[in-house]
């Protein structure tokens, strides 16, 4: 897995930073980096007709039927499932619309770094959430079975983490590809050609905003799931397990938001030491 570093704000107002992360590659590292991050793309992609949207499984079009025997349990239930589809489609957007057309496009609209910082590891988060889905899916709306998928899969949501620290990379990525009038032309006619409301920074943000929000639909279940059951204790750890990714993550927006803003200081104070200093000592 690779590592990133990012410098600039979120827009809407979060920010994020990490520190301790592995440094953005230099030199002849980050062109490798470069080359095989893209051929890494290009490998999922060649496979990307086996990953087609699904339709909702039998089960889950049964349970979205009026049905007044649903206890509000049954339906946060699905709720976790049927938003945890809408997420996959989405990230199925970004993956194959989006990303797969600007790899396969005969010529190079975006650079290859800039392709990088624009879309990160998506391809990562895509195939882990559509294997957590199917998992989802086999649960049958069984409260402690959805509880039992992600402490299961606790590890693997480190991706997130490496994806929400590139996030103000892909910011600043995509920002730089609209101020190119020809580039920008591209995204407009993309997405009026496949017919989506939001445009593609839109659905960039949907893993930060995902990953965050699974220990607050966890609690949903426990708080309509008698402590007395068999399984609580399953319920109980799978918060306890989203909480701490999301504290994790939060936790890394603040040490790079403090990192980031010692370096801008050390700038300012090298920058006045310098033009501040006698004619005489600049060019002794």
Same mark, same amino acid.
């Given at each position: 897995?690779?590592?990133?570093?990012?410098?600039?704000? +979120?827009?809407?107002?979060?920010?994020?930073?990490?520190?301790?992360?592995?440094?953005?590659?230099?030199?002849?590292?980050?062109?490798?980096?470069?080359?095989?991050?893209?051929?890494?793309?290009?490998?999922?992609?060649?496979?990307?007709?086996?990953?087609?949207?699904?339709?909702?499984?039998?089960?889950?079009?049964?349970?979205?039927?009026?049905?007044? *025997? =649903?206890?509000? =349990?049954?339906?946060?239930?699905?709720?976790?499932?049927? %938003?945890?589809?809408?997420?996959?489609?989405?990230?199925? /957007?970004?993956?194959?619309?989006?990303?797969?057309?600007? +790899?396969?496009?005969?010529?190079?609209?975006?650079?290859?770094?800039?392709?990088?910082?624009?879309?990160?590891? /998506?391809?990562?988060?895509?195939?882990?959430?559509?294997?957590?889905?199917?998992?989802?899916?086999?649960?049958?709306?069984?409260?402690?079975?959805?509880?039992?998928?992600?402490?299961?899969?606790?590890?693997?949501?480190? +991706?997130? %983490?490496?994806?929400? %620290?590139?996030?103000?990379?892909?910011?600043?990525?995509? %920002?730089?590809?609209?101020?190119?009038?020809?580039?920008?032309?591209?995204?407009?006619?993309?997405?009026?050609?496949?017919?989506?409301?939001?445009?593609?920074?839109?659905?960039?943000?949907?893993?930060?905003?995902?990953?965050?929000?699974?220990? =607050?639909?966890?609690?949903?279940?426990?708080? #309509?799931?008698?402590?007395?059951?068999?399984?609580?204790?399953?319920?109980?750890?799978? +918060? *306890?397990?989203?909480?701490?990714?999301?504290?994790?993550?939060?936790?890394?927006?603040?040490? #790079?938001?403090?990192?980031?803003?010692?370096?801008?200081?050390?700038?300012?104070?090298?920058?006045?030491?310098? #033009?501040?200093?006698?004619?005489? /000592? =600049?060019?002794?």
């Amino acid at each position: 897995r690779q590592s990133y570093s990012w410098t600039n704000q +979120i827009p809407g107002g979060g920010k994020a930073d990490t520190e301790g992360l592995s440094p953005e590659p230099g030199g002849e590292d980050r062109k490798t980096f470069i080359h095989n991050q893209n051929n890494n793309n290009k490998a999922w992609i060649a496979n990307r007709s086996s990953n087609r949207r699904q339709s909702a499984s039998p089960f889950i079009r049964a349970t979205m039927a009026p049905n007044p *025997n =649903l206890t509000y =349990l049954d339906r946060v239930i699905m709720e976790i499932i049927e %938003t945890e589809r809408m997420y996959v489609r989405d990230l199925l /957007i970004i993956v194959e619309d989006y990303l797969a057309c600007i +790899i396969d496009h005969p010529k190079q609209l975006i650079h290859p770094d800039q392709v990088c910082a624009l879309f990160g590891n /998506i391809t990562d988060i895509y195939a882990f959430n559509n294997e957590l889905l199917q998992d989802l899916d086999m649960c049958e709306n069984d409260p402690v079975a959805i509880a039992r998928c992600f402490v299961e899969k606790r590890e693997y949501f480190d +991706i997130y %983490t490496q994806y929400c %620290t590139n996030y103000p990379n892909s910011v600043a990525a995509l %920002t730089e590809c609209l101020r190119d009038k020809s580039t920008a032309k591209f995204f407009r006619d993309r997405q009026a050609s496949l017919k989506r409301t939001l445009p593609l920074g839109s659905y960039l943000l949907k893993p930060v905003q995902r990953i965050l929000k699974y220990h =607050l639909l966890l609690q949903e279940i426990a708080k #309509h799931f008698d402590p007395e059951e068999e399984g609580y204790e399953d319920v109980e750890e799978a +918060i *306890n397990t989203m909480t701490g990714v999301a504290w994790y993550i939060n936790d890394m927006k603040r040490k #790079h938001e403090h990192a980031v803003r010692l370096q801008v200081n050390q700038k300012h104070a090298e920058f006045s030491c310098v #033009h501040n200093a006698p004619f005489h /000592i =600049l060019f002794a």
